[in-house]
């Protein structure tokens, strides 16, 4: 007499091996996605320098810019004046 709710407790060598299969494929997954991250993490970093440098450098030539300007408008305004 059986009835239809029993459980086998046997464990196959194919139910292991799988078992063992997709814990080594979940570490393997997650360790490359870590380095993954990392790697992103380090182009994401010079990407900022990158960008602070350009930011600089922009601003710097602003500066120059203005200066130039400014030159420009004192010698419109003197010889504005010099008339």
Same mark, same amino acid.
């Given at each position: 007499?059986?009835?239809?709710?029993?459980?086998?407790?046997?464990?196959?060598?194919?139910?292991?091996?799988?078992?063992?299969?997709?814990?080594?494929?979940?570490?393997?997954?997650?360790?490359?996605?870590?380095?993954?991250?990392?790697?992103?993490?380090?182009? &994401?970093?010079?990407?900022?320098?990158?960008?602070?440098?350009?930011?600089?450098?922009?601003?710097?030539?602003?500066?120059?810019?203005?200066?130039?300007?400014?030159? &420009?408008?004192?010698?419109?305004?003197?010889?504005?004046?010099?008339?």
């Amino acid at each position: 007499m059986s009835n239809g709710n029993q459980i086998n407790r046997s464990l196959s060598v194919g139910h292991i091996v799988a078992t063992v299969g997709l814990i080594v494929g979940g570490f393997a997954f997650i360790y490359d996605l870590r380095e993954g991250v990392a790697i992103q993490a380090f182009q &994401l970093d010079s990407v900022e320098d990158r960008l602070e440098r350009v930011v600089q450098r922009t601003d710097d030539q602003f500066g120059e810019i203005m200066d130039h300007l400014i030159r &420009l408008e004192e010698k419109l305004d003197s010889m504005i004046i010099e008339d």
